[in-house]
């Protein structure tokens, strides 16, 4: 119980600072339209076209968007040392991991269903009939580039070039997330949709094996 | 804390025995061991880079000794794992982009104290921030925020409290305001360890001085003129 009652506090603290700078957000949003409009100059983005490219276009932008919003994830923390009294106050420091990557989620998914309407009249792509199982598969996704985004954003954090280390270490590691999500977008925006459940099945796995490694190492990840 | 609460305290002892921290190479404790008895207050001195911080930092169990063990010793609740303990460091430990009260209510609830309400407003007036407590931190100055972080360190009527340095920032009123609240806590029964450079009506509290160089314990007396040597001492 005090897990989930201190996640939540620490959530609300998360959305709350984010909801009132607004920096994360701000950043990410306009960096994804930027690479959304500057693509949409580059091909005739013709429904046959879009249906090729689009998926893979959609999932490299969110994955650039998550490396810029992980990377302040921790650092932010650091600024007056606020990592240290959350260590001190929280009796279970998975707490706070599962709070910053809740928080990451909820963000990235903000910013891609921001961005999905804008895709899709840019790119002539109908997503309205399948929002239901997109969604689904940006949460998956979403979920899986936050846990492990997290981990390696805690790590980074007390490392030297921590700038350059956390997309060193993201990008190899989102591989299969970002394999998986393309593909199982790429059939939902198909001519024929198709929801291709193997896909959705590896992520969910993904998800789990990633969120039971977090929990088990954690709080060592915490640690100075 | 206020006059009209008898404050009484079950304090917590601290035993560091044998410890070292090293950092790559670099020592920052050697073979340090000393007992923090419940209900002291020990005034931790010496230069700069002498190991006070990575000392107090390890007993708030912030930082992993490499060698040696820490423990706590204390009558009553011997449920809890470890004493409540609050500490006040070189960094005010709060969130800017959170007002001084929503700051304090945050630690309360994850502290789950019962009634964070009435406890963040008492110390808020008790650290004389009740007309601010809507601002948001960033707005603060230097010692409002030092006031905001031992607000904080209070939140749980700690047995043990830790300070780095806590009069950084304040100024003399906010010192005497200081020196004020930690003699109530310490004739409370809190211990306390504090790291201090030079004497000030904080280390006036001192019932034990402590004197720290390259990490190693140099000098440990409850002597009072001796004590005053200790803390007379500023170092570079």
New interface residues.
Partial sequence: MSLLSNTGALLGKELRTEFRSRELLMTTVIFILMVIVLFSFTFDPTSAESRRFGAGLLWLAFLFAASLMLQPCFLREQTNDTLSALRLSVSDPFSILLAKLAANTVFLLVTELLMLPVFAILYNVPVVRVFGQLLLVLFLGSLGVSIAGTALSAISAQARMRELLLPVLLLPLLTPVLVASTQVTAGLLDVEPFLQWKGVGFLAVFDVVFLTALWLFGEYLLEE | MTATDPLQIDGAGIRFKNIEKRYGGLFALRHVSLDVAEGECVALAGRNGSGKTTLL?IA?????PSSGEMQFTWQGDQDCATPR?G?V??????????TAE?NLL??A????LSDPAPMTERLLSEVGLSERRGSLVRTFSRGMRQRVAIA?ALLQQPQILLLDEPATGLDPEGVAWLAGTLRKLRDAGCTLLMSLHGESPISALATRAVRLDAGSIVADTQQGAEMHGILEFVGG
């Fill in positions: 930092r708030a169990k912030l930082v992993r303990t500490f460091a070189h960094a005010t430990m709060v969130y800017d982009e959170l929503e945050l630690f609830r994850l502290q789950r904080r």
